[in-house]
Each structure stands twice: as structure tokens, then as C-alpha cells.
């Protein structure tokens, strides 16, 4: 059974900084493709930062040069390092993994979200 779990979130100034973690147990994280999602109300969940298994990062523009995703093998665990925080970067974050299954198909695991609030 895939588990992925998150945490980390919580309040911040702008301008500062947090650290989540997802530690997965079941899968992989080094063997596939994983990532940070976010999500807001009445809004679809976008994706901030993306790692493959061969160590390719990618990032939505608006957090380029501010987020760092990274993984520690040895721990299964994946992170998203969140620097210069801004207002517009409050959201629930949402940890994620790709397994391929075929050539076409694909299953998605999903953690249960960690609320990231960004306000003075």
C-alpha cells in the first residue's frame, strides 16, 4: 500500500521560508517521476516543482529561483525548500507520484495535503 505523507506547513511571513517533507513509504521516490502540487479554493491544482528519477528538476515560473525540490534516498523522503515566501503562495500543497504502468497509463498517488498560509 502506497502512503505519502506531508508535512511542514504551517503560517509564515512574507518573505520567509519553509521546509515540507513527504515521506512515502510502499513506492520509490528515486525510481520515479514526483512533485509538488498546489491547490486554492475554486481553483485547479497547478504544479510547482517536478524531479525524475534521473535528477531533472522543473518548476511553474512563478516560484523559479525561490522553491528547491530535492530528494534523501536513504529516507524515501522528498522535500520542497520554500524561500521568499509571497502572499500569493498560500495554498494547500499536495505531495505526488507517477507510477507508469503501461506505455499510456499511469497511477497517481497523492498525500493528503499540508496547508501552507503566507501573511503578516
Known amino acids: 500500500q502506497v502512503q505519502l505523507v506531508e508535512s511542514g506547513g504551517g503560517l509564515v511571513q512574507p518573505g520567509g521560508s519553509l521546509r515540507l517533507s513527504c515521506a512515502a513509504s510502499g513506492i520509490n521516490f528515486r525510481i520515479y517521476t514526483a512533485g509538488w502540487y498546489r491547490q486554492t479554493p475554486g481553483n485547479q491544482r497547478e504544479m510547482v516543482a517536478i524531479l525524475t528519477s534521473d535528477g531533472t528538476t522543473d518548476y511553474v515560473e512563478s516560484v523559479k529561483g525561490r522553491f528547491f525540490i530535492s530528494r534523501h534516498n536513504a529516507k524515501n523522503t522528498m522535500y520542497l525548500q520554500m524561500n521568499s515566501l509571497k502572499p500569493e503562495d498560500t495554498a494547500v500543497y499536495y505531495c505526488?507520484?507517477?507510477?507508469?504502468?503501461?506505455?499510456?497509463?499511469?497511477?497517481?498517488?497523492w498525500g493528503q495535503g499540508t496547508q501552507v498560509t503566507v501573511s503578516s
Open positions: 505526488h507520484v507517477r507510477r507508469p504502468i503501461t506505455r499510456v497509463q499511469n497511477i497517481d498517488y
